[in-house]
Nanobody
Framework: QVQLVESGGGLVQPGGSLRLSCAAS????????MNWYRQAPGKERELVAG???YYGDSVKGRFAISRDDAKNTVYLQMNSLKPEDTAVYYC????????????WGKGTLVTVSS
């Protein structure tokens, strides 16, 4: 059974930091690109960070994606958080060969507010 379980969300003040984690199971982790998406209220879901090199313009220089294949886990380090970063953050696994094979987590809420 495929599972992607996000954790680490919560309430943080502007300028603060959070690290999100996504624990994967039920598939061969190394065969998948791991991505982070987010969806803010009333907006479409957007790609925040993907693979090891892609970052959305709004998060470049502030967010960093990393993965630990030994732990089947992907991380999103988020620094200098802004109120506009408030969203539900989703972990996504995309097969490296068959890109239409995708798995999603249920999301974790990040709220940036004073």
């Amino acid at each position: 059974q495929v599972q992607l379980v996000e954790s680490g969300g919560g309430l943080v003040q502007p300028g603060g930091s959070l690290r999100l984690s996504c624990a994967a199971s039920g598939f061969t982790f190394s065969r998948y690109n791991m991505n982070w998406y987010r969806q803010a209220p009333g907006k479409e879901r957007e790609l925040v960070a993907g693979g090891s090199t892609y970052y959305g313009d709004s998060v470049k220089g502030r967010f960093a994606i990393s993965r630990d294949d030994a732990k089947n886990t992907v991380y999103l380090q988020m620094n200098s958080l802004k109120p506009e970063d408030t969203a539900v953050y989703y972990c996504n696994a995309q097969n490296r060969v068959f890109s239409t094979v995708n798995y999603w987590g249920k999301g974790t809420l990040v709220t940036v507010s004073s």
